[in-house]
């Protein structure tokens, strides 16, 4: 069944459920497996609903999980070092939403927390701590992540 796309108004937009790739902040294309989207067959334009967005999301984050905890220990700063840097106390660290949130890019180890270097001086010059991560980690990083998905929904060729 068509449905009207409500970027190029066409009765073209198909309702399709399967393997999608996204393009998601910081990460570059994520893939998530057995969702609903939409797809214009006239203008390319996709929409999915709120549990595609939700999968899409959870995935960007099980990426951006790896890439920050693959790197090494000396590439972090604890609380104390990040709030000397950014002029702030720890606690305003652990408590401000938007860098719990990942403004700056952060690990737990036990109790404490580490904020990646690169992060906080981003984050001091532009009030945002976020950046694309480097397209040559990210592709060992996606390699592997299609890897578990092969074994995970077992399939035999994972398409790009």
Same mark, same amino acid.
């Given at each position: 069944?068509?449905?009207e796309?409500?970027k190029c108004e ?6 399709k ?10 990460v570059?294309?994520?893939?998530v497996y ?5 797809k214009c067959?006239?203008c390319?334009k ?7 967005f ?22 972090f700063?604890?609380?104390?070092e990040t ?6 106390t720890?606690?305003f ?9 990942? #403004? ?5 180890k ?11 001086e ?15 980690? #990210? ?12 074994t ?9």
């Amino acid at each position: 069944m068509n449905h009207e796309c409500i970027k190029c108004e066409q009765k073209t937009s198909q309702e399709k459920k399967g393997m999608l790739t996204y393009p998601q902040p910081q990460v570059g294309n994520v893939t998530v497996y057995n969702v609903t989207y939409e797809k214009c067959s006239n203008c390319g334009k996709i929409f999915f609903p709120m549990e595609t967005f939700i999968a899409l999301c959870h995935e960007r984050q099980k990426i951006l999980d790896s890439w920050i905890i693959s790197q090494p220990m000396n590439q972090f700063l604890s609380s104390r070092e990040t709030a000397i840097i950014l002029n702030v106390t720890p606690q305003f660290l652990s408590k401000n939403k938007k860098i719990k949130q990942g #403004l700056i890019f952060q690990a737990k180890k036990g109790k404490s927390t580490y904020y990646l270097k690169k992060s906080v001086e981003q984050y001091k010059k532009t009030g945002d701590g976020r950046f694309d991560l480097p397209k040559e980690e #990210l592709l060992l990083l996606q390699q592997e992540e299609k890897e578990e998905q092969k074994t995970k929904h077992g399939l035999d060729i994972v398409l790009d």
